[in-house]
């Protein structure tokens, strides 16, 4: 069974400053991870990937995750927060090489983002 | 290009009544996914549909039912509802079934039973 940890419910940050939104990980094999974001009374919107490659992915809205295979963890990064970015994260995984292909995803419980002024 | 539109986007229904979803997918998607998402249980997956046949299925009772049709829309549809089923469902679009293609959210729809 695939799992997602975001062990912070809420992480608060003051504008201009770095952000963090943490990540951890469980699944047999090699995983897909996305990031989402959730607006109130919106859907999710997709922030970014890790398929393959390059261990540190670059996403919309300046976003970025570094992916660790060792610490199973994807870190969700933003150099410079805005107060714009206060939303709901969620981070997801998916197996590799599922029977049929298929495009079901475990979500992490999701981390609150509150940048103020 | 338009994306995922799910309706109704609010409704309320009674105990024991029946509620159908509708979510219309970006176009040229194939694969729609349903999740529900609540206070309690977060975000969890409901079924995925692909060329109209059942690709996945989540940890829901036969209550919850779906399908897809030729044009790759989809409805789902909830039975003999309880208070528990008060929650957003989440439609979701992708291209293809293959495992690393992201999945598109549509807005929801905000189900209430009293």
């Known amino acids: 069974a695939q799992s997602v940890a975001q062990p912070e419910d809420q992480v608060n940050v003051a504008e201009g400053n770095p952000l963090t939104v943490k990540c951890t990980y469980s699944v047999s094999g090699n995983p897909y991870l996305f990031w989402y974001v959730q607006y109130p009374n919106r859907g999710l919107q997709f922030l970014l990937k890790?398929?393959?490659?390059?261990?540190l992915v670059k996403g919309s809205y300046g976003f970025e995750a570094e992916f660790n295979k060792s610490q199973t963890s994807f870190h969700l990064k933003k150099p410079s927060a805005l107060v714009s970015d206060s939303a709901l994260y969620f981070c997801a995984v998916r197996a590799r090489g599922l029977t049929g292909g298929g495009n079901k995803l475990t979500f992490g419980t999701g981390t609150q983002l509150k940048v103020e002024l | 290009k338009a994306g995922v539109t799910q309706t109704p986007r609010y409704l309320i229904k009674t105990r024991g009544q029946q509620v159908t979803l509708s979510c219309s997918p970006i176009s040229g998607h194939r694969s729609v996914s349903w999740y529900q998402q609540t206070p309690g249980q977060g975000l969890q997956f409901l079924f995925e549909?692909?060329?109209?046949?059942?690709?996945n299925k989540g940890n829901f009772p036969g209550r919850f039912s779906g399908r897809q049709f030729s044009n790759s829309r989809s409805e789902m549809n909830v039975s003999t509802l309880e208070l528990g089923d008060s929650a957003l469902y989440l439609c979701a679009s992708s291209l293809s079934l293959a495992s690393g293609s992201e999945q598109y959210f549509g807005p929801g729809t905000r189900l209430t039973v009293t």
């Open positions: 890790y398929i393959t490659g390059d261990n």
């Open positions: 549909y692909f060329s109209e046949t059942q690709r």
